[in-house]
T-cell receptor
Framework: AQSVTQLDSHVSVSEGTPVLLRCNYS??????LFWYVQHPNKGLQLLLKYTSAATLVKGINGFEAEFKKSETSFHLTKPSAHMSDAAEYFC?????????????FGSGTRLQVQP | ETGVTQSPTHLIKTRGQQVTLRCSSQSGHNTVSWYQQALGQGPQFIFQ???????GRGNFPPRFSGLQFPNYSSELNVNALELDDSALYLCASSQDRGGVYEQYFGPGTRLTVT
């Protein structure tokens, strides 16, 4: 079994300030973790992925995330927010147990960026 | 390289009707997954197809069914539509090489059941 908890449903930051979106996961197997972003009326875009290589993962648009097994966390960060970062962000876990590799999504964090 | 495409973009149906949604995979991908995203929620896994066989299913009733074709495109069929089936339906394709892989999503089909 696997699950994801996104600790904040809404996060508001000012443009140019750091972004932190928090995610905790639970998995019976070694997990792979992803962050996806969804802009209004658009599909989901992959930001970055962790698949048991380096624990600090760099993604697109300046985002990065750190896998911490001891804390079962995979928080998403960005040093400086841009107005275009305003969107819904989903933390996602998958684990291959019976061969099924379904993605399990968190409930999402809506990021607002104030000018 | 063509991305994942879905049709139609929007659809309005009446309770009790049947609907078919379509998805074309990204070039080179052999696996298709379908997700339902209700308003304000994260996507929920419906099922996955690999080489034309169902490869896993989420907690959805049998009236949700699917097909994958030899060209790896896919259909999602929903019978006896209910009001709660109103949602954004997302298709995702991936290339299964036996390890963990990322899924690439289409723009979705917005289904409204009245």
């Amino acid at each position: 079994a696997q699950s994801v908890t996104q600790l904040d449903s809404h996060v508001s930051v000012s443009e140019g300030t750091p972004v932190l979106l928090r995610c905790n996961y639970s998995s019976s197997y070694s997990p792979s973790l992803f962050w996806y972003v969804q802009h209004p009326n658009k599909g989901l875009q992959l930001l970055l992925k962790y698949t048991s290589a380096a624990t600090l993962v760099k993604g697109i648009n300046g985002f990065e995330a750190e896998f911490k097994k001891s804390e079962t966390s995979f928080h998403l960060t960005k040093p400086s927010a841009h107005m275009s970062d305003a969107a819904e962000y989903f933390c996602v876990v998958t684990a291959s147990d019976t061969g099924r590799r379904a993605l399990t999504f968190g409930s999402g964090t809506r990021l607002q960026v104030q000018p | 390289e063509t991305g994942v495409t879905q049709s139609p973009t929007h659809l309005i149906k009446t309770r009790g009707q049947q609907v078919t949604l379509r998805c074309s995979s990204q070039s080179g991908h052999n696996t298709v997954s379908w997700y339902q995203q209700a308003l304000g929620q994260g996507p929920q896994f419906i099922f996955q197809y690999y080489r034309e066989e169902e490869n896993g299913r989420g907690n959805f009733p049998p009236r949700f069914s699917g097909l994958q074709f030899p060209n790896y495109s896919s259909e999602l069929n929903v019978n006896a539509l209910e009001l709660d089936d109103s949602a954004l339906y997302l298709c995702a394709s991936s290339q299964d090489r036996g390890g963990v892989y990322e899924q690439y999503f289409g723009p979705g089909t917005r289904l409204t059941v009245t």
